[in-house]
């Protein structure tokens, strides 16, 4: 049973943390419909954390590399054929801005309020259900070079939203990166590159609460099953998305997340 725990963590970590439905939302669902504390193990949400994070790491290794390079051959040479690569980096810090801030000031608000119930998170799935279908007929035709630093900004406080649970952080970035008029594939690419710093981040502030039974081996094997889970379910879930988006259908998704929306407020009423 207690390895099940994990692994039901796990799967729910994998599948929700790419798709446009909240992933600490769920979380926080699954922890009110079977009243226990398992799942406030920190620690455990650090570990999937980082496992969906090697996944997408994984997925865009290229595009990293190929960012990282340009960003210091740009910087020690000024050479053109990188100018590119150095400013999507600083776009990517730009639209990391706004949710560094916000969660730096609200972060112990939101813990103290949703510790108290969960129908914050009901609305932020209702939220994250509006959003979709607001972006439903975009048809952008911008490319990674059209990014402006305004559209960047503007995305970063679509991102900022997502730290309310319930509000999804991949769906408030592709919402964001289609109303700025992005094509699908440029907004599916800075959608998730705005993730990694993000996550990086939340796992650092995370630290400072760690802690692991490093001398259970049980706990280990536990953990380890519950992160090769998210590891492997985030990286299909996040092919599954892509041809969604692709198909231009991402408002589909807006059925679910009003129906979860329903669900979360009755289980608060």
């Known amino acids: ?120 998170v009901g609305i932020g799935f209702f939220i994250t259900g509006l959003a979709l279908l607001l972006a439903m007929d975009s048809n952008g035709t911008k490319t990674d070079k059209d990014i402006t630093m305004k559209d960047a900004l503007l995305i970063g406080f679509f991102q900022a939203v997502s730290i309310i649970p319930g509000i999804s952080r991949s769906g408030m970035t592709l919402v964001g990166c289609l ?14 590159m705005l993730y990694l710093p993000v996550s990086v981040a939340t796992m650092i502030t995370g630290m400072s609460e760690f802690s692991i039974q490093a001398t259970d081996i049980n706990v280990i094997l536990y953990y380890l099953v519950g992160m090769i889970g998210a590891g492997l379910l985030t990286y299909i879930s996040y092919n599954w998305l892509t041809k969604i988006v692709e198909k231009g259908v991402l408002w589909k998704f807006s059925i679910y997340l009003f129906a979860v929306a329903l669900f979360t407020v009755m289980l608060f009423i």
């Open 179 to 192: 109303l700025n008029g992005l094509d699908n594939k440029s907004a599916l690419k800075y959608s998730f």
């Open 1 to 120: 049973m207690e390895l099940l725990k994990y692994i039901i963590l796990g799967i729910l970590q994998g599948v929700t943390e790419p798709l446009p439905i909240s992933s600490s939302g769920h979380i926080y669902v699954l922890k009110a419909v079977l009243n226990t504390r398992f799942f406030s193990d920190l620690s455990l949400e650090i570990f999937l954390n980082f496992a969906s994070f090697i996944a997408i790491l994984i997925i865009f290794r290229k595009d990293v590399l190929r960012l990282i390079k340009g960003f210091f051959h740009f910087i020690a040479t000024k050479g053109k054929e990188s100018k590119e690569e150095f400013k999507y980096c600083w776009l990517i810090v730009i639209g990391t801005i706004p949710v560094g801030i916000l969660g730096f000031f609200t972060k112990d608000l939101l813990e103290d309020l949703l510790s108290k119930n969960i129908f914050l």
